[in-house]
């Protein structure tokens, strides 16, 4: 069975240019989020998005966005991007029904922003 | 607000013996889960183990054992019989669950393990 698959692996990107990451789910998964890990801040949750539609959003700016398309593939993008938006990118995804589900964590994306 | 806390910012253990990774956690929700990852330097997040809330046992994987004091809200990771393999990042994580289905999870900072040979 497949793991979640990120790509790119890693991107270095300019100050004011946007970026598009994808995470393709383990097969049957629904639901996906996203995080942002750096050193200072540690891991915070960005969004969640199920069938389609996000249900559930963390703290970040509207520079930060994404999408869920109909067969669970997910992309976040974030625009007119910032020094501090340098991180790795992690996507995970479950099945999200059940209490004990533990969600399934892809290698990363890791973005340097110049 | 669900807040997570690890005091242990690095740990070291011998190779073969045991060691405990400390986790607090703070949350109003009566149902919950916590999970423990751990994230080797290539980044990715390896699931380790699971507790739910009104779980009535302490779970336990393998080498992996959960120390679940709910009163204390503590749920600390037991590793024992160290492998040279087990050192990185090791992380506890809540996902309250009493809003519903929506998944989202909560992490610490983190406590790096390293297993001396």
């Known amino acids: 069975k497949a793991g979640v698959t990120q790509t790119p692996r890693y991107l270095i990107k300019t100050r004011g240019q946007q970026v598009t990451l994808s995470c393709s789910p383990i097969?049957?998964?629904?639901?996906v989020s996203w995080y942002q890990q750096t050193p200072g801040q540690g891991l915070q949750f960005l969004f969640e998005?199920?069938?389609?539609?996000?249900?559930n959003k963390g703290n970040f700016p509207g520079r930060f966005s994404g999408r869920q398309f109909s067969n669970s593939r997910s992309e976040m993008n974030v625009s007119t991007l910032e020094l501090g938006d340098s991180a790795l990118y992690l996507c995970?995804?479950?099945?999200?029904?059940?209490?004990?589900?533990?969600?399934?964590f892809g290698q990363g994306t890791r973005l340097t922003v110049v | 607000a669900q807040k997570i806390t690890q005091t242990q910012p690095g740990m070291f253990v011998q190779e073969k013996e045991a060691v405990t990774l400390d986790c607090t956690y703070d949350?109003?929700?009566?149902?919950?889960?916590l999970f423990w990852y751990k994230q080797p330097s290539s980044g990715e997040m390896i699931f380790l183990i699971y507790?739910?809330?009104?779980?009535?046992q302490n779970a336990t994987e393998g080498r992996y054992s959960l120390n679940f004091q709910k009163a204390r809200k503590s749920a600390n990771l037991v590793i024992s019989a160290s492998q040279l393999g087990d050192s990185a990042m090791y992380f506890c994580?809540?996902?309250?669950?009493?809003?519903?289905?929506?998944?989202?999870?909560?992490f610490g900072k983190g406590t790096l393990l390293t297993v001396n040979p």
């Open positions: 995970a995804s479950s099945l999200s029904t059940g209490r004990s589900t533990e969600a399934f």
């Open positions: 097969s049957g998964h629904r639901s």
């Open positions: 998005y199920f069938s389609e539609t996000q249900r």
């Open positions: 949350t109003s929700d009566p149902s919950y889960g």
């Open positions: 507790q739910g809330s009104y779980d009535q």
């Open positions: 994580a809540m996902r309250e669950l009493g809003g519903g289905s929506n998944y989202k999870l909560t």
